[in-house]
């Protein structure tokens, strides 16, 4: 009999081996004149030099599927041990998995394209290198943004995530609310934070955030920057100024990805400045790598009512030229 370790690095132990190590018990049961055990992150299996290679392989394919999908069930190790069974590892498990799902996210949650617009960002992402998606409140701007990202990090497609936005005061002063600068800013970013909660089990979101794989700052922070093969999003596009946008889009550097979200009817800068969104949105309609992605009242996904609230103020400000007339 040998032995062999395998150490689990990057992984939440509990999505991986199941609650209280489930998905190991059901790869014991299925070779039972091996041994495999886990204590903390180190699987220790202990059998025939055959066995254990079919051990290994399938716990690489564990491996692989955790790193798409986030989470592994009982179920899914018994379709992997089948396919064990028949030698064909090789083949991707049954899971529900279409042409909609962007990624697999906690607590075995399905991340999933729900409008033609979304479709529209995610295909745009894919063949541009800066995609800008406008549009108003609840259309999953952010949401979709950040699916994009994460799945890019998942793929090994790019080796960190930035997130940032301008902290513009809506109606309060920051110098006035509690805490140190971070817990002044955290707000303006909660919403970054709780699309992350949803796709990234909690241990490794931390692990990413304080090894800075995941970087979620303010806008102010990205001067003097080059993010190299990085997926950066700039949400709230709509409260930069144009200098501000000019200086987050020259961040860029080799192999990095960028998308821009705002809502260009809820303005938060002083009347005197301009929206350096709008300004893009006009100056940079014509260059080859950018794409542009509108989204509108169909693409809402929060409650009903706020699709007729979208409604009732686009007809009210379509109404104000013609009163002005």
């Not at 549009?135 to 701007?141: D, I, M, S, V, Y």
């Not at 930035?162 to 805490?179: K, W």
């Not at 241990?203 to 102010?220: G, Q, S, V, W, Y």
């Given at each position: ?255 990095s990805k960028t998308i821009i979200t705002g809502d260009v009817t809820q303005i938060d800068l002083p009347k005197h400045q301009r929206s350096g969104l709008g300004d893009a949105l006009g100056l940079l309609k014509d260059i080859d790598g950018i794409a542009f ?33």
């Amino acid at each position: 009999m040998i032995e062999k370790v395998i150490t689990l690095d990057d992984v939440s132990l509990v999505d991986f081996l199941g609650v209280e190590n489930a998905n190991i018990r059901e790869m014991a049961a299925a070779f039972p004149m091996s041994k495999i055990i886990s204590r903390g992150n180190e699987i220790t299996i202990r059998g025939t030099s055959g066995e254990i290679v079919r051990i290994t392989d399938l716990l690489e394919s564990l491996l692989q599927h955790y790193q798409k999908y986030g989470k592994i069930t009982p179920d899914h190790v018994k379709t992997m041990l089948n396919r064990n069974l028949t030698a064909d590892l090789s083949a991707e498990p049954a899971l529900v998995d279409d042409d909609d799902v962007l990624l697999y996210g906690t607590k075995g949650g399905v991340i999933k394209i729900r409008t033609a617009n979304q479709r529209a960002m995610v295909e745009a992402a894919k063949l541009n290198d800066i995609v800008f998606a406008v549009g108003p409140a609840g259309t999953g701007k952010t949401y979709t943004a950040v699916a994009i990202a994460v799945r890019a990090l998942k793929n090994k497609e790019v080796r960190k995530i930035i997130i940032t936005r301008p902290a513009v005061e809506a109606g309060e002063n920051l110098g006035f609310l509690p805490g140190d600068l971070k817990e002044k800013i955290d707000p303006y970013l909660r919403a970054i934070y709780d699309a992350l909660d949803d796709m990234i089990p909690a241990e490794k979101l931390k692990l990413f955030i304080e090894n800075r794989t995941i970087e979620i700052a303010p806008l102010a922070y990205m001067r003097g920057r080059t993010l190299n093969h990085a997926f950066i999003l700039l949400d709230e596009a709509q409260n930069t100024t144009s200098m501000q946008i000019k200086m987050f889009l020259t961040r860029m550097g080799p192999a990095s990805k960028t998308i821009i979200t705002g809502d260009v009817t809820q303005i938060d800068l002083p009347k005197h400045q301009r929206s350096g969104l709008g300004d893009a949105l006009g100056l940079l309609k014509d260059i080859d790598g950018i794409a542009f992605v509108e989204l509108d009242g169909r693409d809402v996904v929060r409650h009903r009512l706020v699709r007729d609230i979208i409604h009732a103020y686009e007809r009210a400000e379509n109404a104000e030229p013609a009163r002005a007339r």
